[in-house]
């Protein structure tokens, strides 16, 4: 019977199986929300994350959302739009004060003080409330006791113990919504969300050799002097997977390390930096080629925080690469300078990059199979830019700045050398060919940018 029993359930399985292949055929691996697709497909996945920051989820058919918001109440204050919020606060002090003028009003026309109005000298039947003559009047009488404006002219009188009382829980009630509407708005206007909009990933990804090593690489940078302290950085792959049992996951969230464990995560956000995530045997991303690139279907969320120098408030700042937004073989061009006594930043070239062919088209798991030579000569074209701006900055002539033309001598002569040691290093077989040692250290370098612009 036990074996009877199992036979029926692999039956079952293997047709549930079955019949959910047939499905993911019709509809596609990845058709599981009717807007994620199969790979090669030439239509395109939506994001799970925008390039905004935004998370492109929409919740529906959720239990009792109005009471879950309202239970927190003060979350949603400061979430929601700000012509939402005050008009929630104004709407708040209309009733109360509506509110309130009807208590005083009733009050007074059940004491009747509407019918025998005393005179100006007090005689007669003494009202709740002085100068109090109709709605309108309660309504302002209300209107002074909550803003405490204190007019002098309508005031509250000892004849009627309910007006008194009134005018304590109104003012107990006033106190409560001006602090709630000022602890709210201070908070609002306190968050770090526009933060966000100095903050800025590179448009593209790239994967290229560093070090030997095929690395997944994008650049971060800060637009304002004001640091991000305790800066540090995360990234998820997210692609549809299949189980072993047949389960489609359609959104499974793996991290990258991006050196949690050497603590190079942490970042210095002074400048643009360019965070790395070395493809090793640990990665996701191990067996990925270059032709498994252009047909994979897959998105890295990026996500940087860090507290406001400011507020001391933490922020977040997201972003996403889909797998057509990666470029294989390629570099970011360098974007920091040597500007006399201090270091330019050109964002003109924060997003450029530039092809570097020498990168293998293989995966990281089979170039340590194959075990590809390291190759120097990609980094020629890092100095040739780092020199040429260089020369452009030093076309540049300032009179003011006399005394400083010997300290720019001496620094031009120790950047030349520095150059033209990397330049024997990445391009040995071309450097100074033939070249006399008499000639100039700025004249070798000139002559070494000309070879290597031939090369």
């Not at 019918?115 to 209300?142: R, W, Y």
């Not at 071309?430 to 000639?439: A, M």
Request: aromatic residues 10%; hydrophobic residues 40%.
């Amino acid at each position: 019977r036990s074996t009877n029993k199992m036979n029926k359930l692999f039956l079952c399985s293997s047709t549930e199986l079955e019949i959910r292949k047939t499905t993911r055929e019709q509809r596609g691996m990845n058709n599981y929300n009717g807007k994620v697709l199969t790979r090669g497909s030439n239509q395109i996945r939506s994001r799970f994350v925008k390039k905004n920051g935004q998370c492109n989820v929409v919740f529906t058919n959720m239990e009792e959302r109005r009471q879950r918001y309202l239970a927190d109440i003060f979350t949603t204050c400061v979430d929601i739009r700000w012509r939402y919020l005050f008009s929630i606060f104004c709407i708040s002090f209309l009733l109360s004060w509506l509110l309130f003028g009807i208590i005083f009003y009733s009050v007074s026309l059940a004491h009747g003080d509407f019918e025998n109005l005393p005179t100006q000298k007090g005689d007669g039947l003494m009202p709740c409330i002085l100068h109090v003559q109709g709605f309108v009047g309660a309504l302002l009488f209300s209107m002074e006791t909550q803003t405490t404006i204190g007019y002098g002219w309508r005031c509250v009188t000892e004849e009627c113990p309910v007006a008194v009382i009134t005018v304590v829980v109104q003012s107990i009630i006033g106190c409560i919504i001006d602090s709630f509407m000022i602890g709210t708005i201070m908070a609002k206007m306190a968050r770090p969300k526009k933060r966000n909009q100095t903050l800025m990933f590179s448009k593209n990804a790239v994967i290229a050799l560093r070090d030997s090593k095929l690395c997944l690489m994008w650049r971060v940078g800060n637009l304002r002097k004001s640091h991000i302290v305790e800066a540090h950085v995360r990234a998820q792959l997210i692609r549809s997977y299949v189980t072993e049992e047949g389960e489609f996951i359609p959104l499974e969230q793996m991290d990258l390390n991006v050196g949690y464990d050497e603590g190079t995560d942490r970042l210095f956000l002074v400048s643009p930096l360019v965070v790395i995530h070395e493809i090793d045997k640990d990665s996701p991303l191990y067996t990925l080629s270059k032709a498994d690139l252009e047909a994979d279907d897959f998105e890295i969320v990026v996500i940087l925080e860090g507290m406001v120098e400011a507020t001391a408030m933490t922020t977040q700042f997201r972003s996403s690469y889909l797998a057509r937004e990666i470029f294989w073989g390629h570099r970011f061009e360098p974007v920091i300078f040597e500007d006399r006594d201090r270091y330019k930043v050109d964002y003109a070239r924060f997003h450029k990059t530039y092809e570097v062919p020498s990168t293998p088209h293989l995966s990281a798991k089979e170039s340590k199979q194959h075990l590809i030579p390291r190759t120097l000569s990609a980094f020629c074209y890092e100095n040739e830019v780092a020199l040429s701006c260089g020369e452009e900055d030093e076309d540049i002539f300032d009179s003011s700045q006399i005394v400083g033309l010997e300290r720019g001598e001496e620094r031009r002569t120790s950047v030349d050398f520095h150059n033209i040691m990397l330049l024997s290093r990445c391009c040995p077989q071309r450097y100074l060919n033939g070249q006399d040692p008499k000639i100039s250290t700025s004249e070798k370098v000139q002559n070494s940018i000309t070879t290597l612009r031939v090369y």
